[in-house]
C-alpha cells in the first residue's frame, strides 16, 4: 500500500515530523478502509497523535479523514485522506491495533509502524473464495431458524445462500456491477423464493427472503450511525445512516420487482403453507453455528472463533431474556448492554479490539429484519404500516447504542481500537 500523503516523506521546517505525519495518515486511511466507526478512528488518532508528540485534530466521515497535525510551535497542516470504504475485516483491525499499541509504546518508530502496515495490508486473506461463499449459505440457514423457519425452509436458504455468495463474488469483479449488488440480490432471491414455493416444495417466502438477504441488510451500518450521532459525531452518523436507507431501498426494490415477475412466469397460486416448528435446542444450535460462518465473513481469526460463538450466545439469550421482562425494544438493551460488558473484559484481558466480539454479537441483534418488512409496507402502499415498522427499527437500533453506551460507562474497554 502506498503511503496516501506523499508530502509527509521530506520533514520541512515548522511542520509535523515526515516519519510520524506518514505512519498517522498511512493508519487514518487503513482504519477508515476497514470498518472503524468515527468515534474509534479520531480518538485513536489522536491518542498516537499526542504519544508522537504532536498535536491532531481529526474529522472523520465513511468516505473522507481530514486530519490536521501540528508540531510543538509550529504551525498546523491539513490533508485531506480519501477512504473508499470496505467490508469489515476483523483480522486486520486486530494488527492495526497491535501497531498502534506498539507505536504508542515505542516499541517500535512511526517508520517500522508504516512499514507494518503495508505488510498487514498486503497480506493475503486467509480464507478461500470457496469458503466465504459456503459461509453465506451457512449463514442464511442458521437466519432461517431465527426466522422460524422449518426445515424446508433451511434447506431452501442453504440455497438462497449459495446464490448470494456467487453473485456477490461475480459483482465484485466490477465497479459498476458493484453498486448494483443489493437490487440484484433482492431480485434474485425474491424471483427464487416464489418460484421454490410454487414450483418444488410449499414454504414461507417470506421466510426465504428474509433468511437469504439477511447477510446485505444494513442494520449494522444502522446502528453503527445512531452510536456515532449518539456521540455528536454527526456528519459522519448522517452520511452513514443514509447509507443504510439507500442500501435498504435498493433491497427493496429488487424484491419488489423479483416477487411481481415471479408471480407473471408462474401464474399458479402458491399452497398454504406453515413452518413446522423445530424443537427449542435447534434454535441455540443455529446461535452457536452463525457465529462461525460470520467468522469467514468479517475475516476474523480462527482463534477467535469462540470468543465469537460466547458472544453470541450472551447477546441473543440476554435479549430474550430482556424481551420476556421488558418487550422486544427494552430486550435489545439488555442483550447489547450484556454483550457489551463480556467484549470489554475481553478487551482488557487479552489486550484486543472490542470491536472482534462486539460486531458478531451486534449482528445477532441488528433490527435488519424489521427494517426490511418497514421498505415492503411502502412498496405494497402501506404506508402507516411501512412508518410504524421503520419507527419500531429505530427504537431497536437506539435500544442496541444505549445498552453499548451503558456497558461502556460500567466496565470501559481497553483504549486503542
Known amino acids: 500500500m502506498t503511503p496516501p500523503i506523499e508530502t509527509f516523506k521530506t520533514d520541512q521546517p515548522g511542520l509535523p515530523d515526515g516519519d ?22 479520531e480518538e485513536a488518532l489522536v491518542t498516537i497523535s499526542n504519544r508522537l508528540g504532536l498535536e491532531g485534530q481529526f474529522f472523520s466521515t465513511p468516505t473522507a479523514v481530514f486530519a490536521s497535525l501540528k508540531a510543538p510551535m509550529g504551525r498546523p497542516q491539513t490533508t485531506l485522506i480519501r477512504v473508499h470504504p470496505g467490508e469489515v475485516h476483523l483480522e486486520r483491525m486486530v494488527q492495526l491495533d497491535e501497531i498502534l499499541v506498539d507505536v504508542a509504546e515505542g516499541k517500535i518508530g512511526p517508520a517500522e509502524g508504516t512499514r507494518r502496515i503495508d505488510r498487514a495490508i498486503e497480506t493475503p486473506d486467509r480464507y478461500s473464495m470457496p469458503l466465504s461463499i459456503a459461509s453465506f449459505s451457512v449463514s442464511s440457514a442458521c437466519a432461517a431458524r431465527f426466522f422460524g423457519g422449518g426445515i424446508s425452509e433451511i434447506l431452501a436458504a442453504l440455497v438462497a445462500g449459495l446464490m448470494i455468495g456467487l453473485l456477490i463474488v461475480f459483482a465484485s469483479r466490477g465497479r459498476d456491477l458493484a453498486r448494483l449488488i443489493e437490487f440484484m440480490c433482492g431480485l434474485l432471491i425474491s424471483f427464487g423464493a416464489v418460484a421454490w414455493s410454487k414450483l418444488v416444495q410449499p414454504i414461507s417466502p417470506e421466510v426465504l427472503m428474509l433468511a437469504g438477504l439477511i447477510v446485505l441488510f444494513p442494520g449494522l451500518t444502522l446502528t453503527m450511525s445512531i ?64 457465529p462461525m460462518a460470520l467468522t469467514v465473513l468479517f475475516k476474523a481469526r480462527p482463534q477467535d472463533m469462540p470468543v465469537l460463538i460466547v458472544s453470541g450466545l450472551i447477546a441473543y439469550s440476554g435479549a430474550r431474556f430482556g424481551a420476556a421482562k421488558l418487550g422486544p425494544e427494552l430486550g435489545a438493551c439488555v442483550g447489547a448492554c450484556l454483550m457489551g460488558l463480556y467484549s470489554n473484559m475481553y478487551s482488557r484481558v487479552a489486550r484486543r479490539p472490542s470491536s472482534v466480539p462486539s460486531i458478531v454479537g451486534v449482528m445477532l441483534l441488528v433490527p435488519g429484519s424489521i427494517s426490511f418488512r418497514s421498505v415492503s409496507s411502502f412498496l405494497e402502499h402501506d404506508a402507516l404500516g411501512g412508518i410504524e415498522t421503520a419507527f419500531a427499527t429505530l427504537l431497536v437500533a437506539m435500544s442496541l447504542v444505549v445498552g453499548l453506551l451503558m456497558a461502556n460507562v460500567a466496565l470501559p474497554p481497553r483504549r486503542a481500537l
Do not use: C, Q
Open 20 to 41: 510520524s505525519a506518514t505512519f498517522i495518515t498511512t493508519m487514518a486511511h487503513a482504519l477508515g478502509t476497514y470498518g472503524a466507526s468515527a468515534p474509534k478512528l
Open 227 to 290: 452510536n456515532e450521532l449518539a456521540s455528536r459525531h454527526l456528519s459522519s452518523g448522517t452520511a452513514r445512516m443514509m447509507s443504510a436507507v439507500t442500501a435498504l431501498v435498493s433491497i427493496g426494490f429488487g424484491v419488489g420487482l423479483g416477487t411481481r415477475l415471479a408471480d407473471m412466469t408462474f401464474a399458479i397460486a402458491a399452497p398454504e403453507t406453515a413452518a413446522v416448528a423445530l424443537p427449542e435446542w435447534s434454535l441455540y444450535l443455529a446461535i452457536a453455528v452463525a
